[in-house]
């Protein structure tokens, strides 16, 4: 849900972004009380977790009772606990992106409203000098800056923010599908800025750690893989890179995303390579 918010308050287009600094909040206001948000549509399911997350203390005694055990308690303990320091984020970012957004509004700018660019900039400026954000805040923030940047079709300055997000988050998340994530977008960012060789080097380092997160769903193995398949074309290598995504395809359907948009995307890409392998 912050993700949603955030990339709704940074959109490219004006008119994609938030109407107002109210609604902003107002939408930051419930990724913190668990609501459903304006930002994107929530499943079932996500209702449901934001459910427990709003009455953690009736959920707790109904799991403890039905566990009857120390475990089912722990385990509600730890949950209490990252939803905490979840918060604590969030807060964050919605006090950094609530200042970079009433900064950037035409009523106090008396101008025109400003661009994706400008927006990327301010917050790219203000992080800089901010240094009471929390390290999770800041890893984040940074990533929707770099993700702004190359949306705007200037990787070369998505780069250095992405190297900062992934310093931070080896500390904080070393093993994690988030790390590997921002490991595979700056190898995008590298490969777009030209820099195709450094960007096979960032993608090798990182595919051993993101294909342990292949069977819990995560994507990251998926991205770096066709990454190199990419790299491998351009080098004038079509017929082996096509190979290549064909082998991936058959990870793909044994994977827990064999069904649905990541598929049908991945199709698409493989009749590109295949295009430019005939």
């Given amino acids: 849900d912050l993700d949603a918010v955030v990339a709704r308050a940074l959109a490219r287009q004006p008119e994609e972004r938030y109407p107002s600094v109210a609604a902003l909040a107002e939408d930051l206001q419930n990724v913190l009380a668990h609501r459903p948000v304006q930002a994107r549509a929530s499943s079932w399911g996500d209702r449901s977790l934001k459910f427990v997350r709003r009455n953690p203390l009736a ?3 109904s799991v403890a009772l039905v566990l009857a055990g120390g475990v089912g ?16 984020r969030a807060d964050a970012v919605r006090d950094f992106l609530l200042s970079l957004f009433r900064a950037a509004t035409p009523e106090e700018s008396q101008d025109q409203p400003p661009s994706a660019r400008d927006l990327a900039a301010e917050g790219e400026r203000r992080l800089s000098t901010d240094q009471r954000l929390p390290e999770a805040a800041r890893a984040e923030l940074l990533g929707v800056l770099a993700e702004v940047w190359m949306r705007t079709g200037e990787p070369q300055r998505s780069i250095p923010l992405l190297r900062q997000r992934i310093a931070l988050l080896q500390r904080d998340a070393p093993s994690s599908e988030t790390l590997a994530q921002a490991q595979a977008a700056l190898g995008n960012a590298l490969y777009f800025n030209d820099q195709v060789a450094e960007a096979e080097a960032v993608w090798r380092a990182a595919l051993g750690p993101a294909e342990r997160q292949r069977e819990a769903g995560g994507t990251a193995w998926l991205q770096i893989r066709q990454g190199l398949v990419n790299a491998r074309v351009q080098r004038g290598q079509a017929q082996e890179g096509l190979m290549d995504m064909l082998a991936l395809r058959q990870d793909l359907i044994r994977s827990p995303l064999h069904d649905g948009p990541v598929m049908a995307q991945f199709m698409n890409d493989l009749g590109d390579v295949y295009f430019q392998a005939s």
Avoid: D
């Avoid at 308690?73 to 604590?88: H, S």
């Fill in 73 to 88: 308690v722990a385990a509600t303990l730890w949950q209490a606990e990252r939803t905490t320091l979840q918060a604590a």
């Fill in 59 to 61: 959920v707790a005694l």
